[in-house]
């Protein structure tokens, strides 16, 4: 059951960095809350403020490792910090299977410290929109940093992606050949590569892998900032001081170059668009019901008609 | 340049196998043509007789080698097969970074294979859509077996998977340990574990952590089909057969259980409403061009109005 809540002392509450009222906040616009509007509507005065940072990779190249020495290092500059762990894993159960105790706890006692686990809901950029939610509550709380952790390089990763300021791309030796991490898409995403695991066999390779990678992507070599290769070793925090520099340079560059406003901009719009289309596919199941689209699904696996046709109907409902 | 096509006669073709007209009509539907309903409605009456196989995993784990196994196992039998390779990688360019020459060089000179590699185009399901739109080429052009490859475990590649009848989630020893197994989601949409590279280190150390998972997932127990582990070396084609009799066994429990006719009907019904969207979010560009979004998209970043209100008047100009 959903309490009716005071909106505004909620969000004043947040404002001031008051820990629970985040996390009620979050809870509301993670569960689509009733109130999702009005909150939003109070919170977008208050934020982007924060600077935003993906990291993506793999399963395996260390990225809870390194989201944790991150937050250290942030911390010891006296930056408040959210983390939003996106775990698209279990699609079909809506659940985390690594909660936020597992996750980072030698953070569990540092009040300027927000950690949020968020499972992947529904498709069509479900995610990307609680994650973009929550994303402007941490944000209107005062975080400095919010960093963004992903699992994978599907699609949904590369929509999240987006709504980073600056994007750190894990990579990790023995994780596959070169052919392999440019099938996983990472080139054109990354404006940091981070070759964690350093000490291991193969971390050279895996860092002239990308040079040449990076040198034969005239994408790349356009963008006006050269993606830096950063090799760590996240276990013992080494190599993070390199990786903080590499993205407060990035920062001063997306603010100069007037890249900032621009990805800022994309990231509205494309939230905006999410929106409107998840508004659009509710609208289906409400004029419809589920049994309509169930009945041309079956009309179609008949051969009686085809998804054109049946799409074109639904459509032509929401003039109706 | 488009040309006029005689869809007819090209979907004649296209079952009676012609391969000129199988490559062509997937090109027409792999880039939306304007055909693309017509050649839709055409092939809807002639498929759904093919037995579908998706196969995903992560980088490395062995998919294009397992993927050409599987194409050799189904081709001893007479059975006429169609590989649609799913690259999302390069979500900017819109290209595979392999092409059909350096995949599956095999079974280049063989008249009864069908390959096609796609990449990602887009957001929002259009890779599925296009997906689905192949697969359909395929089934109609008299394929018995539609393997779809798909790299990684992200949200795309789930919706991918839902194309299949039987889903093989391929892990090999060493590329993570069962937490990052269980964190990369595999648990509930695999039909068929595949370990494979088996005879390297803690290949039965994976076997063990799956089953240690599937033991411990209350929905993987009450699906009426518990999930086996097959293990192979695929490069050797060892276990193949194996797993060859174990996708029979799963089309066999799936015709008799009553869940293919489901699973296909939620395929259709997925497809039905993705191409109502991508039309929707057609019309959003078209009534408002896309200078409207992005202004609305600069009101949201200077905090003059919320994502909300800005997608409510996307949504009500669809009525107007």
Redesign the interface.
């Known amino acids: 059951m959903v309490r009716s809540i005071d909106v505004s002392d909620l969000v004043e509450r947040t404002r001031a960095g008051d820990r629970r009222a985040v996390a009620r906040l979050i809870s509301f616009v993670e569960n689509d809350a009733p109130q999702?509007?009005e909150i939003?509507?109070a919170l977008?005065?208050l934020?982007?403020r924060a600077h935003v940072i993906g990291l993506t990779g793999?399963?395996?190249v260390g990225k809870s490792t390194s989201t944790s020495a991150l937050v250290t290092g942030f911390r010891a500059r006296g930056q408040r910090v959210g983390v939003i762990a996106v775990?698209?894993?279990?699609?079909?159960?809506g659940g985390a299977?690594?909660g936020d105790r597992v996750r980072m706890q030698e953070h569990s006692g540092d009040d300027g410290v927000f950690i949020r686990s968020m499972a992947?809901r529904g498709?069509?950029?479900g995610?990307a929109a609680a994650t973009a939610a929550t994303l402007r509550v941490l944000d209107a709380a005062g975080c400095d940093i919010v960093l963004i952790e992903t699992?994978?390089?599907?699609?949904?990763?590369?929509?999240i992606a987006s709504l980073a300021d600056t994007t750190l791309v894990l990579l990790a030796p023995g994780?596959?050949d070169g052919?392999?991490?440019?099938?996983?898409?990472i080139l054109?995403?990354a404006d940091i590569f981070v070759v964690n695991k350093a000490d291991r066999d193969g971390a050279e390779q895996t860092t002239r892998d990308l040079r040449h990678m990076q040198a034969h992507n005239p994408?790349a070599r356009t963008a006006g900032w050269r993606p830096p290769i950063v090799k760590t070793i996240a276990s013992r925090k080494e190599g993070l001081d390199r990786l903080i520099e590499a993205i407060d340079s990035h920062q001063v560059w997306m603010t100069e170059s007037g890249e900032l406003?621009r990805r800022?901009?994309?990231?509205?719009?494309a939230?905006?668009?999410a929106?409107?289309?998840s508004?659009?596919?509710r609208?289906?199941a409400h004029l419809h019901g589920d049994v309509a689209?169930?009945t041309?699904?079956?009309n179609?696996?008949a051969?009686a008609?085809?998804?054109?046709?049946?799409?074109?109907r639904?459509?032509a409902a929401?003039?109706g």
Chains 1, 2 share one sequence.
């Open positions: 999702l509007r939003t509507a977008v005065p934020s982007g793999s399963p395996g775990d698209p894993s279990s699609p079909f159960s299977l690594l992947s498709h069509l950029g995610l699992v994978g390089v599907g699609q949904a990763e590369v929509d994780m596959g052919i392999q991490a440019a099938k996983a898409g054109e995403i994408r406003p800022r901009c994309d990231r509205a719009a939230e905006i668009e929106i409107a289309l508004q659009v596919s609208r289906f689209l169930a041309a699904a079956e179609v696996v051969g008609t085809d998804p054109y046709s049946a799409a074109d639904l459509v929401l003039s």
